[in-house]
């Protein structure tokens, strides 16, 4: 099993950035989907943002649609999420998942069997 860490979480005003990072201990991303979500207090866990085993599928909640971008540096030791305009509503705690070799990106997180512990997202108004 996979050890994943988050970092990069804050607080931020409205309309701010952040880029959340996730690394794995131990091994590279190469040929793992990786996804985000996120759980606001009192709700259920969100998905975020996936990013496909072969780096070429994405994808992306409505709600973070042209705002967050999911990316793989290029020795695939670090996903991240580059997240742009942020609102208030974006505040949560942000996890990082892998899913099993060769699952496709997914929105759903019944695909991911690794999670990392997470890291606060506040926005503030």
């Known amino acids: 099993q996979v050890q994943l860490v988050e970092s990069g979480g804050g607080l931020v005003q409205a309309g701010g950035s952040l880029r959340l990072s996730c690394a794995a201990s131990?091994?590279?991303?190469?040929?793992?989907?990786m996804g985000w979500f996120r759980q606001a207090p009192g709700k259920g866990r969100e998905f975020v943002a996936a990013?496909?085993?072969?780096?070429?599928?994405?994808l992306y909640a409505d709600s973070v649609k042209g705002r967050f971008t999911i990316s793989r540096d290029n020795s695939e030791t670090a996903v991240y999420l580059q997240m742009n305009s942020l609102k208030p509503e974006d505040t949560a705690v942000y996890h990082c998942?892998?899913?099993?070799?060769?699952?496709?990106?997914?929105?759903?997180?019944?695909?991911?069997?690794?999670w990392g512990q997470g890291t606060q997202v506040t926005v503030s108004s």
């Open positions: 990013t496909g085993f072969s780096g070429i599928t994405r």
């Open positions: 131990g091994r590279t991303f190469r040929g793992y989907t």
């Open positions: 998942a892998q899913a099993p070799r060769g699952v496709g990106a997914s929105i759903f997180s019944a695909a991911y069997d690794d």
